[in-house]
Nanobody, 126 residues
């Protein structure tokens, strides 16, 4: 059984940083795409940042470019999202999602991800 467990969320002030972790178990950490998505109250879920093992490529939403960095540690089977200069509009539940694929999409967050974590709350106060 595949499990994705997010951690690292919390309450911070605007301008501060957080690092989210997504630890995978039961998931083949090869030929994959893994992404971070978020959903704020009353809003649709959006792709924040995604990464693929196919060529190490990454995708970022325009709203987080230059502030967030996604990375993976295949040995630890964990994907991270370093979030700097957080803003109140970053407040949301952040979810990790994964799938195995050999198809390389231009937008790595556009896959039909089939494994999802339970989410971790990120709250940024002004």
């Amino acid at each position: 059984e595949v499990q994705l467990v997010e951690s690292g969320g919390g309450l911070v002030q605007a301008g501060e940083s957080l690092r989210l972790s997504c630890a995978a178990s039961g998931f083949t950490f090869d030929d994959y795409a893994i992404g971070w998505f978020r959903q704020a109250p009353g809003k649709e879920r959006e792709g924040v940042s995604c990464i693929t093992s196919l060529d190490g490529g990454t995708t970022y939403a325009d709203s987080v470019k230059g502030r967030f960095t996604i990375s993976s540690d295949d040995a630890k089977e964990t994907v991270y999202l370093q979030m700097n200069r957080l803003q109140p509009e970053d407040t949301a539940v952040y979810y990790c999602a994964a799938l195995n694929t050999i198809v390389r999409l231009v937008d790595l967050c556009a896959y039909d991800y089939n494994y999802w974590g339970q989410g971790t709350q990120v709250t940024v106060s002004s």
